[in-house]
C-alpha cells in the first residue's frame, strides 16, 4: 500500500515534552517537573461563569469571533495592562494560543518563506512552521545576555527569503524577559527588513521585577505585529483551551478565514468563564493573578538557589515559571540527564533539545508545582547529581 501521510507530518519529530509526560503519567510516587501547568485551580468565580451558561442553555455556537463582551474585554484588557490598541473587530477568540500559533504560521507562511525563530523557544513554533510550508531558521540567544534576542543576532540569520520573527517574550523554557530598551533596540533592524512580529505573549502576567512590554506598543509596531495571548498561564486556564489573537486588519482577515474553517469557534462556556476572569480582574485590579505570581516567585527563588547552590549554573528567569539549568559540568547532556534522572530518581524534567539546539546540555524545570513537590524534586536531583560527580 502506498504511503498516504504527508511527508512533512510524517518528518516531524515526536514532542520531547510529550514523552516524558507519558512516561512519568504510569510511574508510581514520579514527580513530574515537565509540563507547564499551573497547580493552582480555576478561580471559583470563572468556574462558576460556566456552569450557570450551561444551565442557561448557552450551549450553542457563538460567533466565529468569539463572544462580543469577551472581545471588548479583552481589547480593554490589552490597551490597560500592556498599552497595546487592539479594536475588538481585530480580536479572535482561538482555542488557547496554540491555535494563535498555527493559525498564523498558516496564514503567513509560503513555501520557501523563512520565518526567524528564538533558540531556545517553545516546540510548537518549529513545526507549526514546517507544517505551513515555511522554513524555521533558529536564532542563538544565549545565556550571557539573559536569552534575550540581539540585534546582531538577528541581523545576521536575516535574508532575503527572512519574513517574519517569532517573538516569545517572557521566554519558555528559559524565563528570559526583554525590556522595553531591549525591545527598542531590535526595532530598527525589523522596520529596516520589513517584518512581520509574532508576539507569543502568553506569560505576559507572570514576570518578576518589572511589568512585561510587548513590542506592539512601541511606535511604529502595531502595524506589523501579530499578539498571541490567552488565559491558560495567569488564570490557571489550562483546560479551558482560551486563548486570542490581536492582528493587524489584513493579516485579522486571512486568520478569520482560516479560523472559521478549521475551528468554527471557541468552547461556549469557555468564554463565558474567560468573560468573568476579566471582568472580575479589572474591578479587583487582577489580585488572584497576583496571588499566584507571587507564589510562583517564592518557588522561583527557591529553585534558582538550589541548582546554584549544588553546582548546576542556573539563569534567574524574569519571567515564566521555568528553571533551565546547565547540566554539562556533570558530562552528560540534558538527554541523557532528564533520562537518568528519571530512571533512577523518578523525577521528570525535559531536555532542553526539546527547545532547540542551544539547549543540548540544559533541562528545563517547571516550578509550577507545590513546595512540597519541589523540595522532594530537589533532593532527588542533589543525589542523582551527586553520582554523576
Not at 33 to 53: C, H, K, M, Y
Not at 366 to 388: G, P, Q, V
Amino acid at each position: 500500500m502506498r504511503n498516504f501521510i504527508n511527508h512533512r507530518s510524517e518528518t516531524l519529530k515526536p514532542s520531547g515534552i510529550r514523552k516524558f509526560f507519558d512516561i512519568v503519567s504510569e510511574m508510581k510516587d514520579a514527580i513530574s517537573l515537565g509540563v507547564g501547568e499551573p497547580d493552582f485551580i480555576t478561580p471559583w468565580n470563572i468556574r462558576d461563569a460556566a456552569i450557570r451558561s450551561i444551565r442557561r442553555g448557552y450551549t450553542q455556537y457563538t460567533g466565529n469571533r468569539g463572544l462580543p463582551a469577551l472581545r471588548e474585554l479583552i481589547s480593554q484588557y490589552m490597551a490597560e495592562r500592556f498599552q497595546v490598541d487592539c479594536s475588538p473587530e481585530h480580536v479572535i477568540v482561538t482555542v488557547g494560543a496554540s491555535e494563535g500559533i498555527d493559525l498564523v504560521m498558516r496564514a503567513v507562511c509560503e513555501s520557501g518563506d523563512e520565518i526567524l525563530v528564538p533558540d531556545p523557544g517553545y516546540v510548537s513554533y518549529i513545526p507549526c512552521i514546517q507544517l505551513s510550508g515555511g522554513t524555521p531558521v533558529p536564532v542563538p540567544c544565549v545565556q550571557e545576555n539573559g536569552f534575550i534576542l540581539t540585534p546582531q543576532a538577528l541581523e545576521e540569520k536575516i535574508t532575503p527569503k527572512t519574513k517574519a520573527l517569532i517573538l516569545p517574550y517572557p521566554n519558555n523554557p528559559t524565563g528570559g524577559v526583554m525590556t522595553k530598551e531591549q525591545l527598542e533596540a531590535i526595532v530598527p533592524v525589523i522596520e529596516k527588513h520589513d517584518l512581520l512580529v509574532i508576539s507569543d505573549e502568553i506569560y505576559a502576567e507572570l514576570t518578576y521585577g518589572g511589568k512585561h512590554v510587548s513590542i506592539a506598543s512601541l511606535p511604529g509596531m502595531k502595524e506589523r505585529t501579530v499578539v498571541i495571548n490567552g488565559f491558560s498561564k495567569a488564570f490557571a486556564m489550562t483546560g479551558w483551551r482560551i486563548g486570542f489573537v490581536c492582528s493587524p486588519k489584513e493579516i485579522d482577515a486571512a486568520l478569520f478565514k482560516i479560523h472559521q474553517y478549521a475551528i468554527m469557534c471557541a468552547p461556549t462556556a469557555s468564554q463565558y468563564a474567560a468573560v468573568e476572569g476579566l471582568r472580575d480582574g479589572f474591578t479587583d485590579r487582577f489580585a488572584v493573578v497576583e496571588e499566584m505570581r507571587e507564589e510562583y516567585n517564592k518557588r522561583r527563588r527557591f529553585v534558582v538557589e538550589f541548582f546554584n547552590g549544588c553546582g548546576l549554573q542556573c539563569f534567574e528567569p524574569r519571567g515564566a515559571f521555568y528553571a533551565y539549568p546547565s547540566v554539562e559540568k556533570l558530562g552528560v547532556t540534558g538527554e541523557e540527564f532528564a533520562g537518568g534522572l528519571l530512571r533512577a530518581e523518578k523525577v521528570a524534567v525535559v531536555p532542553g533539545d526539546a527547545f532547540g539546539e542551544a539547549g543540548k546540555y540544559h533541562v528545563r524545570c517547571s516550578y509550577a508545582t507545590s513546595m512540597a513537590n519541589l523540595d522532594e524534586a530537589t533532593r532527588r536531583i542533589a543525589k542523582y547529581a551527586a553520582k554523576l560527580r
